[in-house]
């Protein structure tokens, strides 16, 4: 049986686009064109946090796996938090930074982080598991973590050093809606008038929704999204945020046909937008930004317009990001995500395992709680 390799990639340029994307088809936040965009934008660098460092794995010379990877001197931008693990081996003396991540960049969104295309899938995975925990002794790293990836990914990883980790996320499904109205009629009376009531107040402000899509994004409609998103994060965390215009505009150029604005207009002035990218089934809603504050403007914007949309599109399902109780009476039911961690400090590993089993038991209860609030009909 032919011998496994694998080669590190300091910058997704130099893997061929079209062979990236056999392993990561439909999903746009794994796309060669994005993850490029970050990197050629600067949003992710040595000089930010986030150093490129992606695994390819061969057999024979044939590539038969991929993982989006990053060399992490800080835990910020990743939604799977682990400060206190950082904080914990600073107390005791020892270096948490540097650590791989398999992860996108800024999004707290589950898609494809390790790809295979093997006869025998858990041999590619035995091999990467290895070469994780050979590499990260030799180098220096605490552990290697892969966020947001699959249930089966996190499961398989979990049979050798990794420990699995569960979240939570609201998401909303369509279930074969025609329209708004059918979505509203599954819901139980009650909180049907209460998302009517909501609605009605951006239509007596006077204010209206347009979707742009594709080749009617225009490089104007795209800077004044850039102008909403920066001003939200300057206002909200005092810095720009973690992208840069650079990488917006350099979307808009390569995956155009993927990305969906939404601007809110009162008398004839845009003061709200939003930015999405989709998928062949699902919405992605990323970033948000407003010029006034208008009650219930963010719920009619990310939400209920974002569920027009799909339901319009004959999209199947609606991912809004991350956190949010908010969300559960608007239909978006909680869903579990997973992430994988392997920390190379034995003692350390124990007691972050120990701590792991505990959060999963809480966040099942946190998960049956939260579908007891759902507003749907029983």
């Known amino acids: 049986m032919s011998e496994l390799s694998h080669r590190w990639f300091s910058r997704i340029a130099d893997i061929d686009s079209a062979l990236w994307q056999t392993f990561f088809s439909d999903d746009p936040l794994t796309s060669h064109a994005f993850l490029w965009a970050l990197e050629h934008s600067g949003c992710v660098s040595q000089a930010t946090g986030w150093q490129p460092m992606h695994l390819a794995i061969y057999q024979d010379q044939q590539l038969v796996a991929l993982s989006p990877g990053y060399l992490k001197s800080h835990s910020y931008g990743e939604y799977v938090f682990d400060w206190a693990w950082a904080e914990a081996y600073q107390q005791h003396g020892l270096e948490y930074y540097p650590k791989w991540l398999s992860a996108v960049p ?93 609605r009605a107040k951006i239509s007596a402000a006077n204010i209206t929704i347009q979707w742009y899509q594709g080749e009617q994004i225009t490089p104007a409609q795209m800077n004044l999204f850039i102008a909403f998103y920066q001003r939200t994060y300057l206002k909200r965390s005092g810095h720009l945020g973690y992208l840069n215009s650079q990488f917006f505009t350099l979307l808009q150029q390569l995956m155009a046909d993927q990305l969906v604005l939404m601007f809110a207009k009162q008398n004839n002035q845009v003061i709200a937008a939003t930015f999405s990218l989709k998928s062949h089934n699902t919405l992605y809603g990323r970033y948000w930004g407003a010029s006034h504050d208008i009650d219930c403007l963010h719920f009619e914007l990310c939400y209920y317009q974002g569920i027009e ?70």
Not at 333 to 352: G, L, N
Request: aromatic letters at 12%.
């Open 106 to 198: 800024f999004s707290p969104v589950e898609g494809h982080r390790i790809s295979i295309k093997h006869s025998e899938p858990a041999r590619v995975y035995q091999y990467i598991e290895q070469l994780l925990q050979d590499t990260a002794k030799q180098q220096g790293w605490s552990g290697w973590h892969v966020n947001f990836c699959s249930e089966q990914v996190a499961k398989q990883l979990a049979k050798g050093s990794a420990m699995l980790r569960l979240g939570v996320q609201f998401q909303w499904f369509n279930q074969d809606h025609h329209c708004f109205n059918d979505f509203l009629h599954s819901m139980s009376a009650r909180k049907r008038k209460a998302i009517k009531k909501e």
């Open 309 to 378: 949309f799909c339901i319009a599109n004959n999209l199947k399902h609606f991912h809004c990001g991350a956190q949010g109780e908010h969300k559960i009476s608007r239909g978006f039911s909680p869903v579990y995500t997973y992430s994988a961690h392997a920390m190379i400090d034995t003692t350390f590993a124990a007691a972050i395992a120990d701590y792991l089993q505990r959060e999963q038991q809480h966040m099942a209860i946190y998960k049956q709680q939260c579908q007891a609030l759902l507003p749907f009909k029983q």
